[in-house]
T-cell receptor, first 114, second 117 residues
Framework: KAGVTQTPRYLIKTRGQQVTLSCSPI?????VSWYQQTPGQGLQFLFE???????NKGNFPGRFSGRQFSNSRSEMNVSTLELGDSALYLC?????????????FGPGTRLTVT | AQSVAQPEDQVNVAEGNPLTVKCTYS??????LFWYVQYPNRGLQFLLK??????LVKGSYGFEAEFNKSQTSFHLKKPSALVSDSALYFC???????????????FGQGTTLQVKP
């Protein structure tokens, strides 16, 4: 089976712009979660989607949003980019959203905001 | 607040020696515990998990972890380290169903493992 794929792998944006990141989960997986990884804050949970519904949300401002499509693919959007949004954004999928299921991570999208 | 702690930023071991990467957690209820590994410029790879049952769980690449409820710990171990084990290791916890944070993985800060030849 193909793993979790994320596009693009690298992005450079300027402050004030917006960006959309894409994630394709492992075939058959219905839950998709997003995480932000930075050297200072580590790995932080952004949100989780299951069957096109946001089921959980982390402590991020409203500039961060996401959605999931009927084929389980997910996108996250960040509007009005700030320098502090520079990070590795990781997407993870799992078979279903139950807490005993391990999540499988994609390679990430490296976002640099200048 | 729910949290996971990895008290060592870096662990150094010689190849062939046993390794331990420490993890403690502070959550209410009975959490589910996970270990992930991250190689440079890669996403996280799942190593193993504890859900219930035997306190010693075995995972990928010869790793195992011991769950200790009284000490709220979940240390990662390997009997004989390899240079290729050098990477960043994350401990994580998920909360049981019914919690408002069920889907959320709470990560420790990570421990860099350096295995020297």
């Amino acid at each position: 089976k193909a793993g979790v794929t994320q596009t693009p792998r690298y992005l450079i944006k300027t402050r004030g712009q917006q960006v959309t990141l894409s994630c394709s989960p492992i075939s058959g997986h219905r839950s998709v979660s997003w995480y932000q990884q930075t050297p200072g804050q580590g790995l932080q949970f952004l949100f989780e989607y299951f069957s096109e519904t946001q089921r959980n949300k982390g402590n991020f401002p409203g500039r961060f949003s996401g959605r999931q499509f009927s084929n389980s693919r997910s996108e996250m959007n960040v509007s009005t980019l700030e320098l502090g949004d520079s990070a590795l954004y990781l997407c993870a999928s799992s078979l279903d959203g139950g807490p005993t299921y391990e999540q499988y991570f994609g390679p990430g999208t490296r976002l640099t905001v200048t | 607040a729910q949290s996971v702690a990895q008290p060592e930023d870096q662990v150094n071991v010689a190849e062939g020696n046993p390794l331990t990467v420490k993890c403690t957690y502070s959550v209410s209820g009975n959490p589910y515990l996970f270990w992930y590994v991250q190689y440079p410029n890669r996403g996280l790879q799942f190593l193993l998990k504890y859900i219930t049952g035997d306190n010693l769980v075995k995972g990928s690449y010869g790793f195992e972890a011991e769950f200790n409820k009284s000490q709220t710990s979940f240390h990662l171990k390997k009997p004989s380290a390899l240079v290729s084990d050098s990477a960043l290791y994350f401990c994580a916890v998920r909360l049981p169903s019914g919690s408002s944070n069920t889907g959320k993985l709470i990560f420790g800060q990570g421990t860099t493992l350096q295995v020297k030849p």
